[in-house]
């Protein structure tokens, strides 16, 4: 007599772990071909962007490209690029040793650009020839996605190729800029250790110890040539807002917050409420260059002397005073203390 009634057969331990193995084999050679393909693809795209820039008149140029990164990135290796734009109204161009284009596989919104080692910067500022700054870099970054862009610098010394262009340094520094809508964006810039090429120097020296800015543009900025996109954006009521401003470079220390916007000519106006140390040496420096005259320089200290205070560590002495930009000049109080010339926005070209 044969016993209808069999005991289901349970799967043995064994068999079960041969099953998880088998299953996350086949994920891994799924996502290694997924991975593969994407890869693929961002090599394909980033060929076509340099025949669209080389098509606009741009110099785009590179030794290799490798795919790596895997599996959590997928990431381009390019060998010695460069870029430059040769027929821009001010020319320019870069050149370094190695570049990094990486995204993850699950979020092609945000790409991010990381540059090491031997760096070569070359550009044009208005009515001047162009020039060439060698150097190298720990690390220099750009992140860019959604509405930001995120740029981080750290260890930057270039030097120029010619005697008394001097050399550009950052120490470290991030630039953050962020669009939370169609019209207007936010800005954060910190720049420390920054050194200053010759051609770019202020009376108060090449250096700049502290650089920071926290600012948002109110308006929208059109495509188009500068100066008839500042125009349209100044009509619109467009300003910048600082919320926070701070500088230290040479012997001046200077915190503060105001607005900055265009007048009917163009030309910047603004009104801030400053923090500022050192005032008094930094005026003997622009009386020195002849930026402010030696009357005004006098004036300027006898009044602004009355306003200030002694500082509490025994340092220079502490004004909290009204800057004002009017007119291409610059007040301090009730004191005018320097003209600046008129800014051409035609040299600068176009926003893209």
């Not at 891994?28 to 025949?51: K, M, Q």
């Not at 120029?160 to 936010?186: M, Q, T």
């Not at 009017?326 to 007040?331: N, W």
């Amino acid at each position: 007599m044969i016993d209808s009634y069999r005991r289901p057969v349970t799967p043995t331990r064994s068999n079960k772990w041969l099953f998880v193995t088998l299953a996350c084999a086949f994920a891994v050679v799924v996502y290694t071909g997924v991975w593969i393909y994407l890869a693929t693809i961002a090599r394909e795209a980033t060929l076509d962007w340099v025949d669209a820039r080389r098509g606009e008149g741009y110099t785009v140029r590179f030794d290799s490209m490798e795919e790596t990164g895997y599996p959590m990135r997928i990431r381009l290796d390019i060998a010695n690029p460069g870029i430059g734009g040769p027929n821009s109204p001010n020319p320019w161009g870069w050149e370094g040793e190695k570049l990094e284009v990486s995204l993850t596989p699950w979020d092609w919104t945000t790409v991010r650009l990381k540059t090491t080692g031997q760096q070569m910067l070359s550009f044009t500022m208005p009515d001047t020839e162009m020039s060439t700054y060698i150097g190298e870099t720990e690390n220099v970054s750009v992140s860019v996605g959604g509405r930001g862009l995120d740029v981080s610098i750290n260890g930057l010394t270039l030097n120029g190729d010619k005697p008394g262009l001097g050399g550009l340094a950052v120490s470290s520094g991030r630039v953050h800029v962020e669009k939370p809508d169609s019209d207007g964006a936010d800005m954060d810039i910190r720049l420390n250790g920054l050194r200053l090429p010759n051609f770019m120097a202020t009376p108060l020296g090449k250096g700049i110890r502290e650089f920071q800015v926290e600012a948002r543009l109110q308006g929208h900025l059109e495509s188009g040539p500068m100066r008839d996109s500042l125009e349209v954006w100044r009509d619109a009521g467009g300003t910048i807002e600082i919320e926070r401003l701070s500088v230290r470079h040479g012997p001046l220390a200077l915190k503060g917050d105001g607005t900055l916007a265009l007048d009917a000519a163009l030309q910047p106006i603004g009104a801030f409420t400053a923090h500022v140390e050192g005032l008094f040496d930094a005026i003997d420096a622009l009386k020195e260059t002849g930026l402010v005259k030696s009357r005004d320089a006098v004036a300027a200290k006898m009044i602004l002397g009355v306003m200030s205070r002694r500082s509490d560590n025994g340092g220079p002495p502490i004004l909290n005073l009204a800057l004002t930009l009017q007119d291409r000049q610059l007040f301090a109080g009730p004191v005018g203390l320097m003209k600046f010339d008129e800014v051409d926005w035609k040299q600068f070209g176009r926003i893209d």
